[in-house]
């Protein structure tokens, strides 16, 4: 199980994640960012690359597609809330998505 992030590795990771426009979600221990894609095709496809990523590390996202959007909420719910393996996902879908990064 991973370790919720606290302190000046909290602070480290949230100040990175807030430059590529990842935010706190208010009322939870989670981060949150809408995607938007040229198409309904273009979402899914990133959503199936990063469905076969979150697999690989066995740590899944909530996320929402409606046509050319996907809003993307990441959290560990084993830990209680935002951990590195969140950090860790965020990167891959920023690296992925046209525009994102």
């Given amino acids: 199980m991973?370790?919720?992030l606290t302190g000046s590795d909290r602070e480290r990771a949230l100040g990175s994640?807030?430059?590529t426009g990842w935010e706190l979600q208010e009322g939870r221990d989670a981060i949150r960012k809408s995607f938007k894609f040229k198409?309904?095709?273009?979402?899914?496809?990133?959503?199936?690359?990063?469905?076969?990523?979150?697999?690989?590390?066995?740590?899944?996202p909530e996320w929402l597609n409606v046509y050319n959007r996907v809003e993307v909420v990441l959290t560990?719910?084993?830990?209680?809330?935002?951990t590195a393996l969140d950090v860790t996902l965020a990167g891959k879908?920023?690296?992925?998505?046209?525009?994102?990064?």
């Fill in 17 to 19: 994640l807030a430059k």
């Fill in 76 to 82: 560990t719910h084993d830990a209680g809330g935002l």
């Fill in 39 to 60: 198409s309904f095709a273009e979402a899914w496809g990133w959503m199936s690359r990063m469905a076969i990523e979150a697999e690989k590390m066995n740590h899944h």
């Fill in 93 to 101: 879908m920023d690296a992925v998505a046209p525009g994102h990064g």
């Fill in 2 to 4: 991973s370790e919720k």
